[in-house]
């Protein structure tokens, strides 16, 4: 339990919030591993959220500062590990600009 607690403390603070289930602003993210219309995949400090819905649209994007806001209908959202879906490569973004 204290390694996680440690874990928790050493990135940015990551936050959600949830406006009418139509629009999302999300701090601590680090990179943005897909989207598209329906998903949005972000890597943040406490692991892989997967964002789920219709007619997603990232409004605001400044990994400098991990903030990301979209907007949209909202469906789902589901954590995961970040070990089994962000490989060597890293993550949309940063293919982009190779």
């Known amino acids: 339990m204290e390694d996680k607690r440690n874990f928790l403390r050493a990135g940015k603070p990551h936050n959600i919030t ?31 959220l997967t964002i789920r ?14 903030q990301v806001s979209i907007d949209g209908e909202i469906v789902n959202l589901n954590y995961s590990d970040k070990s089994g879906l962000i490989g060597k490569s890293g993550g949309f973004i940063s293919r982009m600009f190779r």
Do not use: Y
């Open 18 to 48: 949830i406006e009418n289930r139509e629009k999302i602003s999300i701090s601590g993210v680090t990179n943005v591993v897909s989207f598209d219309e329906e998903t949005v995949i972000l890597e943040t400090d406490l692991g892989i």
């Open 53 to 66: 819905g219709q007619g997603l649209h990232i409004n605001k994007l400044n990994l400098d500062d991990g």
